[in-house]
């Protein structure tokens, strides 16, 4: 299974941009979908996540600002985001709690992740 996220760059305080994630392989199903982050010496953190049914959740710093969205049938996900502040920069990574088969448990799989560079 890998995951593929595209969509990074830098873009002004204030600007938008839109992250995409596509899902491929051995994949029977697919559980939770999110995007997490990692700025420069700090730990990753869940920006937003998203279950099959369309649940989202949200960190409390993107709020009104980013917008995750998902394709059940392409394994894709999306996160708009809007309204960027330099606290954004960060590298974001995509995340699935793939089932290979209908008996599997789930296995957890990260992107490699893309550069969100927000620059004032």
């Known amino acids: 299974v890998q995951l593929q996220a595209s969509g990074g760059g830098l873009v002004q305080v204030g600007g938008s941009l839109r992250l995409s994630c596509a899902a491929s392989?051995?994949?029977?199903?697919?559980?939770?979908m999110g995007w997490y982050r990692q700025a420069p010496g700090k730990q990753r953190s869940m920006v937003a996540t998203i279950t099959r049914r369309g649940r989202t959740n949200y960190a409390d710093s993107v709020k009104g600002r980013f917008t995750i969205s998902r394709h059940n049938a392409e394994n894709t996900i999306a996160l708009q985001m809007n309204s960027l502040q330099p606290d954004d920069t960060a590298v974001y990574y995509c995340?699935?709690?793939?089932?290979?088969?209908?008996?599997?448990?789930?296995?957890?799989?990260w992107g490699k992740g893309t550069l969100v560079t927000v620059s004032s």
């Open positions: 392989g051995n994949i029977f199903n697919i559980n939770d």
């Open positions: 995340n699935a709690d793939v089932l290979k088969n209908m008996w599997d448990r789930g296995t957890n799989y």
